[in-house]
């Protein structure tokens, strides 16, 4: 048996016997987690053990987990300072800037996979031009090289952790004012000109291990006229072509408006997988959720790309990991 294509969200702090039904259909492959899913962490580890006894193979589980004010689970995990302040440490020492990005990607990592999470969406790759709200200071910096080389010490860190690290927004979201939340962004820049800034991070990034990216619902009509996430000409011509990216390609969530321009649940879904994404999320909408898996009933998920983005290796206990106290030591210094 296969994993399918989609991933779901749930309501609340356990799984309801609606949603038990919903992730045991074959089109699901995962599951993504919010904080209203999280009260303690004893109960996060009942509720993705739960999850993890509905199928075989198991379900993914993850969750945005970037740190700053993406941080989904908060008592009795660390808090993870906004990326912005690890490029502002790169500023003063690059050294010691790119430790912390390498200790902040373990501790996530080992955090998550201790509480039965695989991965983050993580790390945010955009530039930050000073223009995107939505962005803001979830980006590393306005330098595409530094943020390679703070993500690449996140993924790096994070791989030791035994978590895959998901690159996001791609090919960028930072230079436009819109949020693709709740509005449909246009980037009127040229190929180029994106080529020489925002591509940067992610041609770095996909030689050195990053299992997944996730591309934004930002149109960008001097290349395409559809958001990246729906265009062919982004996922499969520069994406896999051009970039060489052979991992795991994540819709952004499918409920959001930067996606309405594709039409509705269902035909946003066939439109980002025939694009080129492999997984697509559905988030905040259960009443679509049965449609658009009946749907996609007989899709299925790459078995070696999903495998990628599993939670792997023996975990230390925590009390008993000396690399993961120095590395919370460490964040833990840095003003959050």
Same mark, same amino acid.
């Given at each position: ?16 016997? %609606? =949603?038990?039904?919903?992730?045991? @259909? ?36 993850? &969750?945005? @987990? %970037? ?7 908060? /008592? ?11 490029? /502002?440490?790169? %500023? ?9 990005? %390498? ?7 080992? /955090?998550?996979?201790? @509480?039965?999470? !695989? ?8 530039? !930050? ?13 306005? =330098? ?10 996140? &993924? ?9 690290s998901v690159g996001k927004h791609f090919p960028g979201h930072g230079y436009v004012k819109a949020d693709s939340h709740v509005d449909v962004p246009v980037d009127e820049r040229k190929l180029d000109e994106i080529e020489a800034a925002d591509l940067l991070p992610y041609r770095d990034l996909i030689g050195r291990g990053l299992g997944g990216i996730m591309p934004a619902h930002v149109i960008y009509p001097k290349i395409d006229k559809r958001p990246a996430g729906f265009s062919p000409m982004w996922l499969k011509d520069v994406l896999r ?25 269902? /035909? ?5 997988? =025939?694009?080129?994404? !492999? ?22 998920? !790459?078995?070696?790309?999903? =495998? ?29």
């Amino acid at each position: 048996m296969t994993l399918g294509p989609v991933m779901l969200d749930a309501a609340g702090l356990r799984l309801t016997a %609606e =949603e038990k039904e919903l992730l045991r @259909h074959p089109a699901v492959g995962g599951v993504i987690l919010f904080a209203r899913n999280f009260q303690s962490p004893k109960q996060l580890i009942a509720l993705t053990t739960e999850i993890r006894a509905l199928r075989r193979p198991e379900l993914l589980i993850a &969750v945005d @987990h %970037e740190g700053g004010r993406v941080q989904r689970f908060q /008592e009795g995990f660390t808090r993870i300072p906004p990326m912005r302040l690890l490029g /502002e440490r790169w %500023e003063a020492d690059t050294a010691q800037a790119r430790a912390l990005a %390498e200790a902040t990607g373990y501790v996530v990592a080992v /955090e998550l996979r201790t @509480h039965g999470v !695989d991965f983050s969406f993580a790390p945010v790759l955009d530039v !930050d031009f000073g223009s995107s709200s939505i962005i803001g200071d979830r980006a590393f910096s306005d =330098e595409p090289a530094v943020i390679a080389a703070l993500a690449g010490a996140f &993924v790096a860190g994070s791989t030791a952790g035994g978590a895959a690290s998901v690159g996001k927004h791609f090919p960028g979201h930072g230079y436009v004012k819109a949020d693709s939340h709740v509005d449909v962004p246009v980037d009127e820049r040229k190929l180029d000109e994106i080529e020489a800034a925002d591509l940067l991070p992610y041609r770095d990034l996909i030689g050195r291990g990053l299992g997944g990216i996730m591309p934004a619902h930002v149109i960008y009509p001097k290349i395409d006229k559809r958001p990246a996430g729906f265009s062919p000409m982004w996922l499969k011509d520069v994406l896999r072509g051009r970039l060489g990216f052979g991992g795991m390609i994540f819709s952004d969530d499918l409920s959001m408006e930067g996606a309405s321009v594709a039409g509705g649940p269902r /035909e946003r879904a066939l439109a980002a997988l =025939e694009a080129g994404c !492999d997984m697509v999320l559905l988030c905040n909408a259960p009443q679509s959720a049965a449609g658009l898996l009946e749907a996609l009933k007989d899709r299925a998920l !790459d078995p070696r790309r999903a =495998e990628r983005m599993r939670g792997r290796g023996a975990l230390k206990p925590l009390g008993s990991d000396t690399r993961y106290a120095s590395a919370v030591a460490a964040i833990q210094g840095v003003s959050v």
